[in-house]
């Protein structure tokens, strides 16, 4: 006599639910919700503004005669890159509400109950994210690089014969999505808008900025392995490095060392943001 051993409805349920909610269909619904946001475009567009705005002004400054006659001289490479520092603070805060928004308005409630596979929704965020970020810094950065070199006129020249050139020229977009996928991973982890962009205004703006300037061997030692200080190494140049060099003890990581170690911190958010999504109830 065979016996028929019926699937559980809940396994079936499952199953069935994991067939659906594929990470591509989870994209697609992340990339509707994140670029339909008003708020979404008005901020990709400060920071587009505010890069291109500093490449511009560099462009300007680079036409001064006053600079020759006071040994003062301006790599062009700086016109692509000047403006990352400005145009990061708009990123990590739509990084960050990328993720928080929903928590503040409850909506996470909806968004975790259409996709219950809760690391293949921080997932999607996070390339959703990125992409998005990749995209408007690789836009800016040519704007910012055009813009500076047609004002700069022949005070300029920028070329992409050597390795250094082309590694400094893609620095921006590298960096960006970096700093947006740890903005990201903060967001998710604590899981409020405020907090988290404070937290992240704080480190990058204040106190990797005090750190840089306090004659205080232990804050000489942890400094370089902050975030935006080692990630920020990608944008110099070879001799820069060594002029650094020449005049810290410190230690002075590489540029793709740099980058590596901004990449780690993201990384580090975002396993933890995952924990505590897995974990805890929303």
């Not at 596979?117 to 970020?133: D, E, N, P, Q, Y």
């Not at 004002?151 to 960096?175: H, K, V």
């Amino acid at each position: 006599m065979s016996t028929t051993t019926l699937e559980p409805a809940a396994a079936r349920s499952n199953v069935s639910a994991s067939a659906r909610l594929t990470l591509p269909r989870v994209l697609v619904s992340e990339w509707r919700k994140l670029t339909t946001l008003r708020s979404t475009w008005w901020t990709l567009l400060i920071a587009v503004l505010v890069h291109v705005g500093m490449g511009a002004l560099i462009g300007l400054t680079m036409r001064m005669d006053e600079l020759e006659s006071m040994g003062i001289s301006i790599d062009a490479t700086t016109l692509a890159v000047a403006g990352a520092q400005f145009s990061q603070l708009a990123i990590v805060v739509l990084a960050v509400m990328a993720i928080t928004a929903e928590y503040s308005t409850g909506q996470i409630r909806s968004t975790v109950t259409a996709v219950p596979f809760r690391l293949r929704l921080l997932t999607a965020k996070a390339i959703v994210v990125s992409t998005i970020t990749l995209l408007v810094a690789v836009v800016a950065t040519g704007l910012s690089l055009g813009v500076g070199l047609l004002i700069a006129g022949d005070a300029a020249e920028f070329g992409l014969s050597t390795a250094e050139n082309a590694r400094i020229l893609a620095a921006t977009p590298l960096y960006l999505v970096a700093i947006a996928l740890f903005g990201l991973g903060l967001g998710a982890l604590l899981r409020s808008t405020a907090g988290a962009i404070a937290l992240l205004m704080a480190l990058l703006v204040v106190v990797e900025n005090a750190f840089a300037v306090i004659p205080w061997r232990p804050i000489e030692l942890i400094s370089p392995w902050l975030p935006q200080t080692a990630g920020s190494r990608i944008f110099f140049g070879d001799e820069e490095i060594e002029q650094v060099r020449a005049m810290t003890e410190a230690i002075v990581l590489s540029p793709w060392q740099g980058y590596l170690v901004l990449l780690a911190w993201a990384a580090l958010a975002l396993t933890l943001a995952g924990i505590r999504l897995r974990g805890r109830d929303v």
